[in-house]
């Protein structure tokens, strides 16, 4: 499809309502999304797609209204029909290459499951199906018609016992079984999807991009070629209060309180032993599964050094501690004694639990 094509594509009505004018301009190249126009202008930008079936990854970018409209835009999206959501980000087939690379970044595995939110032709989906054998595939679309192509392109690669399109709008999609997501819409439509991903999808599940980014949401790994692919792991809810007890080396027991912070896949620690207060070191949420050091005085144990591994089940975390004991000097390194561990997640904290002092008088 040629750029005026392209352009003429979005129904006048469309622009209007987004807030496109007289003003409103058209140019081709992915600055926009990355916030400069041609003409130096500087984002945040929206942007429109559009471009042939086969590959050419042509964008037509709209600079507008940013804000005011954005929020209009999401009013659209949630209020309005699936007409309208459509347009949100129109059919651009992902090049060969850059899908070869997502699916190389994304590495579904014999047995696991794909979705593709916003599937167009289908090759995502398609060819992660045909690249591993075992993997079943799921692609929604928008665009009944494209859900056609798609379905008949799955019939001729061979794949069809594999994978299946339907016509559905992303945010309907059941993201609660699947092991991979794909997805490659317009910023803002990822960024609406964010808080769906982050709610539904299980700990773990891979989230494989091109071009754009998630925000605040930093990427687990990149593949930064010509075009960036990005991936992203779904973190597990650790944000809260947990606790858990050890019986120790000595034979006495210790009672841990930890106050966790979460922000995505970032997180980070305060842990309480009796008096004792100390923050984790190396804290590192991957999916489920999580991993932090901690040195902290125990029950007649001194500044006693831990390694924690778990993997996160909702309220629980089942793993084991390695407590470090005295130094080898045959083997010259540590030697660890492994405790089973099991964190439960509590809604108070003995960690700030009021101290008995009199509380002091506010002054006016
Ligand atoms: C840029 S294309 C990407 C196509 C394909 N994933 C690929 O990478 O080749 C975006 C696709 O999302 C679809 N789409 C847009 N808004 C959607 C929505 N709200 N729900 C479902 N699909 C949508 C469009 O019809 C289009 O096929």
Same mark, same amino acid.
């Given at each position: 499809?040629?750029?005026?094509?392209? !352009?003429?594509?979005?129904?006048?009505?469309?622009?209007?309502?987004?807030?496109?004018?007289?003003? +409103?301009?058209?140019? +081709?190249?992915?600055?926009?999304?990355?916030?400069?126009?041609?003409?130096?202008?500087?984002?945040?930008?929206?942007?429109?797609?559009?471009?042939?079936?086969?590959?050419?990854?042509?964008?037509?970018? *709209?600079?507008?209204?940013?804000?005011?409209?954005?929020?209009?835009?999401?009013?659209?999206? =949630?209020?309005?029909?699936?007409?309208?959501?459509?347009?949100?980000?129109?059919?651009? %087939?992902?090049?060969?290459?850059?899908?070869?690379?997502?699916?190389?970044? !994304?590495?579904?595995?014999?047995?696991?499951?794909?979705?593709?939110?916003?599937?167009?032709?289908?090759?995502?989906?398609?060819?992660?199906?045909?690249?591993?054998?075992?993997?079943?595939?799921?692609?929604?679309?928008?665009?009944? $018609?494209?859900?056609?192509?798609?379905?008949?392109?799955?019939?001729?690669?061979?794949?069809?016992?594999?994978?299946?399109?339907?016509?559905?709008?992303? =945010?309907?999609?059941?993201?609660?079984?699947?092991?991979?997501?794909?997805?490659?819409?317009?910023?803002?439509?990822?960024?609406?999807?964010?808080?769906?991903?982050?709610?539904?999808?299980?700990?773990?599940?891979?989230?494989?991009?091109?071009?754009?980014?998630?925000?605040?949401?930093?990427?687990?790994?990149?593949?930064?070629?010509?075009?960036?692919?990005?991936?992203?792991?779904?973190?597990?809810? *650790?944000?809260?209060?947990?606790?858990?007890?050890?019986?120790?080396?000595?034979?006495?027991?210790?009672?841990? !309180?930890?106050?966790?912070?979460?922000?995505?896949?970032?997180?980070?620690?305060? *842990?309480?032993?009796?008096?004792?207060?100390?923050?984790?070191?190396? =804290?590192?949420?991957?999916?489920?599964?999580?991993?932090?050091?901690? +040195?902290?005085?125990?029950?007649?144990?001194?500044?006693?050094?831990?390694?924690?591994?778990?993997?996160?089940?909702?309220?629980?975390?089942?793993?084991?501690? $390695?407590?470090?004991?005295?130094?080898? %000097?045959?083997?010259?390194?540590?030697? =660890?004694?492994?405790?089973?561990?099991? %964190?439960?997640?509590?809604?108070?904290?003995?960690?700030?639990?009021?101290?008995?002092?009199?509380?002091?008088?506010?002054?006016?």
């Amino acid at each position: 499809m040629a750029l005026a094509g392209v !352009a003429g594509a979005v129904p006048a009505r469309f622009l209007a309502l987004l807030g496109g004018s007289a003003s +409103t301009r058209y140019y +081709t190249g992915l600055a926009p999304w990355q916030g400069v126009s041609p003409e130096g202008e500087v984002g945040p930008f929206s942007a429109e797609m559009g471009g042939s079936n086969r590959g050419e990854q042509v964008m037509v970018g *709209v600079l507008r209204r940013p804000a005011g409209l954005f929020l209009l835009a999401a009013g659209c999206l =949630f209020a309005g029909g699936a007409s309208a959501q459509a347009m949100f980000s129109l059919f651009v %087939a992902t090049k060969d290459e850059i899908a070869a690379r997502m699916v190389a970044l !994304a590495d579904p595995k014999s047995g696991e499951t794909v979705i593709d939110l916003g599937s167009g032709d289908g090759r995502l989906v398609i060819r992660s199906a045909k690249d591993r054998p075992g993997v079943r595939g799921v692609g929604v679309d928008i665009d009944a $018609k494209l859900v056609g192509d798609a379905t008949a392109n799955s019939d001729a690669e061979g794949v069809s016992d594999r994978v299946r399109f339907m016509q559905q709008n992303v =945010f309907d999609a059941d993201l609660s079984k699947v092991d991979v997501i794909y997805m490659w819409l317009f910023p803002e439509l990822m960024r609406l999807l964010r808080p769906k991903i982050l709610r539904e999808a299980r700990p773990g599940t891979r989230v494989v991009s091109q071009m754009f980014d998630m925000g605040d949401w930093q990427s687990d790994r990149s593949d930064e070629q010509q075009d960036t692919v990005r991936l992203w792991v779904v973190p597990a809810k *650790v944000q809260g209060n947990w606790q858990w007890t050890l019986t120790l080396p000595n034979g006495r027991r210790a009672s841990y !309180a930890a106050v966790v912070e979460q922000q995505f896949q970032k997180s980070d620690a305060a *842990v309480r032993v009796g008096k004792e207060r100390r923050a984790t070191r190396m =804290f590192v949420l991957r999916g489920d599964e999580v991993t932090f050091s901690l +040195t902290i005085p125990l029950p007649g144990l001194p500044n006693q050094d831990h390694e924690f591994t778990g993997k996160v089940r909702g309220n629980v975390i089942t793993g084991t501690v $390695k407590l470090r004991r005295d130094y080898d %000097a045959d083997t010259n390194s540590y030697k =660890f004694i492994e405790l089973p561990w099991r %964190a439960v997640r509590s809604t108070q904290t003995s960690y700030f639990a009021p101290t008995g002092l009199p509380t002091p008088t506010v002054l006016p």
